[in-house]
């Protein structure tokens, strides 16, 4: 398992902070939001974090609650492992913020293959009963939808 690690970069005038490897009772949360400088916007990109448990799920929401106060958040690349816990845990992502991207888990019944599809809210939409629809994804492997 990759241990976590971080990165705060400056794109544009835009504190961008790159997150990777597990979350646990071992990771720095509240260190690493200590310091940022920003424009009043924070991006967290979440590509890189492979696993998060318990633990790590309680201390990322006392890190990320008081500073939902400070940024606008920007969420992106938020890989499967934790928009399973965005879809279980109220308030691991704050509601203030915005979700620019996420993937979800792809599943072939046809060959069994399986991978991650990315999606972005643009194209995501609703049914007539007010229920989330994603694209119809095509296999790779056997080409059925």
Do not use: H
């Not at 979800?104 to 069994?112: I, L, R, S």
């Amino acid at each position: 398992m990759k241990i976590f690690s971080y990165e705060i970069k400056n794109e544009n005038g835009t504190s961008v902070l790159y997150l990777s490897g597990k979350i646990d009772e071992d990771t720095p949360l509240a260190d690493i939001f200590d310091g940022i400088e920003s424009n009043g916007v924070l991006i967290v990109d979440m590509k890189g974090v492979t696993s998060i448990n318990s633990y790590g799920v309680r201390c990322w929401i006392n890190a990320i609650t008081p500073i939902a106060s400070l940024f606008k958040l920007i969420f992106r690349n938020i890989p499967s492992v934790i928009v399973g816990q965005m879809n279980m845990i109220f308030n691991f992502i704050p509601a203030s913020a915005i979700v620019e991207g996420f993937y979800a888990p792809f599943y072939c019944d046809e060959c069994d293959d399986e991978k991650e599809i990315f999606f972005t809210p643009k194209n995501i939409s609703k049914d007539s009963y007010g229920q989330f629809k994603v694209p119809i994804v095509e296999c790779d492997v056997c080409k059925s939808v």
